[in-house]
C-alpha cells in the first residue's frame, strides 16, 4: 500500500461514503434502515471526538507561547507568555481540583473569564462608532439605502426613539418583513448553494486542502 | 498650517475621543436612568404569546447555549422565559451546545429557584443534560438518541432513567415545544434545520440583536415561530411580564449610545459635503 | 451589597481591557494574556471532559467497549503535532468531516432553500389574490425582490441592456438587507457595552469608587508608559 493511499486517499474516501451514506439515508427510508444504525454511532462517535479535537487548538496555543518563553522571541512580549501560562495552569488546576462547576472554577469564571469576555466583545461598539463618522456616506444611492436602512432600523430597536415616535416601530416592521426579507431570502439562497456546492466538491474529492 | 479645512480637521478626529464619548454617555445614562415608555414590537409581543401558549404540564426541550457576551442581554428573557413554563408545571430539559454555558447553567437555575412560586425539584421540574460537543453534528446526534450521545446520564454523572422527567424523552420528536438560547452564534438556522423541521417541534429562539435579519426569514414561512430578539426582546419581555429589571435598565443607556451613532453619521456627513463643497477631497 | 474581592477583580479587568482602545500597550497585553489563559484553559477543561466522561469512563462499562474507537480516534487528533505522524490526524477529520456535510446538506436543501424560495414565495405562504391590497402588494415585492437579487448573484452573465434593471434592483434589495444588518449590528455591539458596564463596573453602587479608583491609575500607568515611550501613542 503505497504512502499516497494511506495518507490521503482513504481519509477522503471516508468522507465520500459517510457523507453520500449520511445524505442518502435521509431521502431513503429502506437505506436508512439498513445503514441507519451505525450511521447514528457514528455521529455519536463524532460528539467524542470532537471533544477531543478540541484540545488540539489549546496544545497550539500552549506550543507556540512556549516557543516565545524558551527562545526570548518579541522581546519584550515574551514575558507576557508567562503569564498566559500561570493563568492557564491556574484555570485548569481549579476546575480538575473543584469540578467544571466548584466553587473556585465558578469564581473564575465570574470574575474573570466572563467579565473579560464581555469588555473584549464590547470594544468593537468603539470601532463601529468611529466607522460610523469616518466611512459611511450618503455618496450615491447604494449607499443611501444601506445608511437608510440601517438607520431606520438602529432607531426602531431604541425606546429613546420609538417612546416618542411611535411610527418608528411599523415602518422597522415593515422594512424587516419585506425588503429585508427578500433580499435575505436570495443571500440564504446564494450561500445555501455555495456550501452545499464546497460539501459536495469535498466529498467528490475535489478539494484536497479540506484535511489540511 | 497643514491646509486642511476645519471641516476634513473635524472628520480626523482621533477615535480615542469618540470612544471617551460613548464611555462617558453609557456611564451617565446607567448611573441616572430616567424612564422611558415604549411600544412593544411585534416580535416580543409574539414570543410572549408562545410562551404563553405552551400548554401547562408539557415537556419542554431548552438549548440553554448562552455565552459571557450575551449574557446581560439574554439572561432576563431566558430566565423569565423558564419562570414562565414553571409557573405552569412545565417540565423542562435542558443541554447546551456551547462551554461557556457551563458556568451560567447553575447561575440562572438560582435565579429562576428564587422567582418561582414554588421549589423546584431536580429531576421532576428540570434536568440537566450538560455540555454536548461537535455542534450540529452533536446536535443531530444528540436530538436523534439523548441517552445514546449522553451515555444514559446527567451532568452530574446521574442516570437518567431514574429521573421521572426524562419517562418517554429520548429524541427531538419528544418535545412538542421546543427553545433554544443561541447567543451571538448564529445557530438558529442549524436548530431550525435539525430539529424544528425534522420533527415538527414548534421552535422558538433567544438571540442576539444581530441575528434578526436572517431571523425574519425563518419567521416568516414559520418555520420559526418567535424570537426574543437581544436586549429589546429582553426588555419587552420583561415589560409584558411586569418584571421590571436589569434589561428594562440597561435599555435606555443602548437608547442614548444609539443616538450618540446618529448624530456621528449625521455629523460626518454633513463635515463630509462641506469639505467636499469646498474643494476638499 | 458588600463589594467581594471577586467584583473588584472583574472591574480590575475590565478597565485594563479597555485601555486597547488607547493603543497596544503592556496594560492591555497584560489582560489580554490573562483572558486568553483562561478561556484557553477553561474551553480545554470542558471539551477534554465531555471526551473523557462520554469516552473514555463510558468504554469502562459493560456493553460498551465499542467507544474505544472515538476514544483511539480521539488520541489520533494529537499526531497533528508531530510532523512524521501528522497524516493520522486525517482520520479522525475525516469521520468528522463526513458527519458534519452529511447532516447539514441534507437538510439545507429543504429548509434554505426549498422550503425558504419556493414555498416561501407562493401561497399559502406569499397570497396575492384574495388577501387585502397591502399584504398582496407585499408580497409581490417580496417575490420581485427575491428573485431579482437571486439575479444578482448570477456572475456567470452579462447583464445589459434592460436585464441590468434586474441586476441593480437586486443589488438594492440586498443592500437593504445589509443595512438592516448593520443596524441590528450597531445597536447590539452598544448593547455589549452597556451591559458589561452595568455588569462589571457600576453596579453595584458601591463598586463604583473602586472603578473610579482603577481608572485614575490605570490613566496615570497609560501616561507614563506614553511618556516614557515603551508604548507608541500613534
Known sequence: ?212 | MSGKTIWRRALDLDHRIIATGIFLIITYMILSPIEIPFPVSSYGQQYYDFVTEVPAGTTVGFMMGDTVATKPQLKPSTTITMWMLYEKNCKIVYWYDKVEAVGLMNEYIAVVDEMSSRELVYGVDYIDLGFIAGTETGAVAFLENIRGVTGGVDVNGDPIDSFPIMEGVNGGGDFAYGIANCGCECTEPMYIRQWGMPYGTELATINCAMDLPAITLYLATGQLRATANGLLGSAEFEYLTGRLGLAFGQILAVSFAGLYFVILVVLGNVFYFIDRSQGGN | MAVTIGMLVASWMCVMLYTILYGDQPISRFAEHIYMGTTAGYYAYVNLRFYWDKGIVQMMEPGKIHFIIPVILGICVYARLYTPTRWVYRYPMAILMGSMLGVSIRTTVFSQIIDQFILGNLPPLAPIVGVPAGMAINNLIIIFGSICATVFFVFSHDFAGPTRYIHRIGRLFLLCSFGATYGNTTSYRYELMAGTMISNMLRPVELLPYTLGFIVVVAIALVVIFKMGIASWD
Request: hydrophobic share 50%; with cysteine.
Open chain 1, 1 to 212: 500500500m503505497s504512502d499516497e493511499m494511506y495518507k490521503s486517499t482513504i481519509p477522503f474516501w471516508i468522507i465520500t461514503i459517510l457523507g453520500a451514506l449520511t445524505i442518502v439515508e435521509y431521502f431513503f427510508p429502506f437505506i436508512g434502515n439498513i445503514v441507519g444504525g451505525p450511521l447514528e454511532m457514528l455521529r455519536t462517535y463524532s460528539t467524542i471526538l470532537a471533544g477531543a479535537a478540541y484540545g488540539i487548538g489549546t496544545a497550539l496555543l500552549v506550543a507556540n507561547h512556549g516557543r516565545r518563553i524558551v527562545r526570548r522571541t518579541m522581546a519584550p512580549h515574551w514575558a507576557f507568555s508567562i503569564v498566559f501560562f500561570v493563568s492557564i495552569i491556574v484555570t485548569v488546576g481549579v476546575m480538575l481540583i473543584g469540578g467544571q462547576t466548584g466553587p473556585q472554577a465558578q469564581w473564575v469564571f465570574d470574575y474573570i473569564l466572563a467579565p473579560s469576555g464581555q469588555c473584549l466583545y464590547s470594544t468593537t461598539a468603539f470601532f463601529i462608532s468611529t466607522a460610523g463618522y469616518r466611512i459611511f456616506r450618503f455618496r450615491n444611492l447604494d449607499a443611501t439605502v444601506l445608511l437608510c436602512s440601517g438607520l431606520l432600523i438602529l432607531v426602531s430597536v431604541l425606546p429613546l426613539f420609538t417612546g416618542p415616535f411611535p411610527f418608528f416601530v411599523p415602518m422597522a416592521m415593515w422594512l424587516n418583513n419585506v425588503p429585508v426579507v427578500a433580499g435575505y431570502r436570495a443571500f440564504v439562497m446564494g450561500t445555501s448553494f455555495g456550501s452545499i456546492g464546497l460539501g459536495l466538491r469535498i466529498m467528490l474529492q475535489k478539494h484536497p486542502e479540506a484535511l489540511g
